[in-house]
């Protein structure tokens, strides 16, 4: 808990690759500082306020998911207002077999999200820099312990590319394609290992810094 009055609040959304999880683990999570939305915070500083809020399984809004994600974000913003930033960390579980979902309707799902936080964020930022949707790395097939649940997703995780960054476009927010920046483990072939835990905090720090800088000039 960050206690500045005036720190600024970011909420990160996700599932078990926000909240941590160890790759090749069922539910051990990399400590605190190590996790993205740590490394993130350490970076930014006492003028913010990063909020973790990761859950293994959760999907965009999977129907027959006990975590669906679109069902808990309401009671997740009103706890947590207000708000500056959102940044949805999605997609992943989606893919899974049994749910039998294209990449359109997985990103028709995250459209969802972003629309329900779009209409409780305050107006500290510019209306472009409020939402950040976060396209997951590829499913690595040949990676040594890849879930079946998971067998024969990559294709489909690859379009989720360019469908989540249709959803930006069109819901006025930032995409940033994970897929430039780092890799899912070689280990479980879904969750990000340390390094890219470092990595993911790091970027996320340097754009966010860029809204402040052009918002004070």
Partial sequence: M????QAKRILCYGDSNTRGVIPGTEAQRYSIDKRWCGILQNKLGLDYEVIEEGLDG??????FNLKNGLRYLPAVLETNLPLNIVIFYLGTNDLKIEYQTTA???????????????VSLNTDFDLDNKII?????????????????????RIKSSQLVTAFKSVADKTHSICLDLNQYLDASDIDGIHLDLEAHQKLGNLLAEKISTFSASESK
Wanted: aromatic share 2%.
């Fill in 2 to 5: 960050n206690t500045n009055p």
């Fill in 104 to 118: 359109e309707e997985i990103a028709d799902g995250l459209k969802k999200l972003v629309n329900l936080a779009r």
């Fill in 58 to 63: 959760r999907t965009t809004n999977q129907e």
């Fill in 133 to 153: 949707i976060l396209t997951p790395p590829l499913i690595k097939e040949n990676s040594r312990n890849l879930a079946l649940e998971f067998k024969d997703t």
